[in-house]
């Protein structure tokens, strides 16, 4: 009878039961993020104390910093305890600083968000006019060069990764004609590079999957019936082509969003940027775990919620994908 019930809920109340799969599915990825980030520094082989604090440093001061980081307890006592630290934001402490984890990333979260936001949103910006514009040339077979033109050039940017194209536009604008500042992060011109060797790619991505949305709805019935009532060209494709052409742009906008965030790692480090990229990197070389462990979850859950935020999005675009299908 209950089963019934909840079955009935979901049938008459479609957002609850989306709702409730979304919260399941997030939950357990979660589950899946921590109990990784707690296990990379158990699976790494070696002493991470040892590492971090050099091979000269006395057993003494070893013992007693894996004494301090509880490091000596048993794993499912240290498993526990990274739990309940994690659910009072305590992420630990820096091996080599000696400051809390949580404050490393507080100083260094608002850079990368900055950069991955600012390239999301010049990758949309240029993507959808451009490929909107693309479906509405080369629509029906017309301009065949053209649309060969803008197929190549968007298959060899979004090949290139942002490692290569970020160095590649240091050494032409930044080195050689001297036009945007090499490295850091201060006046408007320095999120120039950085912003464009996240976004060229995705934007090249996001243009080719727009082109192809808009040229399968201008191929709909209700697009030729609205096209038969002669309305006005502005009107049919902003109206009633665009909304229905997005869709699948915005779902792989978010995810590769996710990948622009992933992908600042490499980009800040090519520029210096003072964000959690460049932070990682570093405590990876000085075997600082905890920091490590710390951005590793910042990422990950991140990288989670834009995909929450994604889903929620196309709920709201279309309602139908709320209801699970059988």
Not at 75 to 92: A, M, S
Not at 124 to 135: E, R, Y
């Amino acid at each position: 009878m209950s089963s019934a019930v909840s079955a009935a809920d979901f049938t008459e109340h479609p957002w609850l039961g989306f709702a409730l799969r979304r919260l399941g599915r997030l939950i357990g990825s979660l589950f899946v993020l921590v109990s990784a980030a707690f296990l990379m520094i158990h699976l790494i082989p070696g002493d991470p104390v040892r590492s971090a604090l050099g091979p000269a440093a006395a057993q003494s001061l070893v013992n007693a910093q894996r004494a301090s980081l509880g490091l000596d307890d048993p794993l499912w006592q240290q498993y526990v305890r990274f739990l309940q630290h994690l659910f009072t934001g305590n992420l630990g402490t820096s091996i080599t600083t000696g400051l809390p984890v949580s404050d490393v990333i507080k100083d260094r979260l608002p850079a990368t968000v900055e950069l991955a936001v600012a390239a999301f949103l010049v990758a949309v910006l240029i993507a959808l006019p451009l490929g909107l514009a693309m479906g509405v040339l080369t629509r029906a077979g017309r301009r065949p060069r053209t649309e060969l033109g803008f197929t190549s050039t968007a298959v060899v940017l979004a090949a290139i990764p942002e490692f290569l194209l970020a160095v590649g536009l240091v050494y032409v604008f930044a080195v050689s004609l001297h036009w945007f500042p090499v490295a850091g992060r201060g006046s408007v011109a320095s999120y120039v590079l950085p912003v464009l060797s996240l976004a060229i790619g995705p934007a090249a991505v996001l243009a080719r999957i727009c082109r192809v949305e808009l040229l399968a709805v201008l191929q709909t019935d209700y697009l030729r019936t609205a096209r038969a009532k002669r309305l006005p060209a502005v009107k049919v494709y902003l109206r009633h082509a665009l909304p229905n052409a997005v869709t699948a742009t915005i779902t792989l906008g978010g995810l590769l969003l996710g990948g622009m965030v992933a992908g600042t790692v490499l980009v800040e480090n090519v520029f210096g940027w003072p964000g959690l990229g460049s932070t990682i990197v570093s405590s990876i070389i000085a075997k600082d775990y905890p920091v490590v462990q710390g951005v590793v979850l910042v990422y990950g859950v991140g990288v989670l919620l834009v995909n929450l935020a994604v889903d929620i999005t196309l709920a709201m675009l279309d309602p139908r994908s709320t209801i699970r299908e059988s």
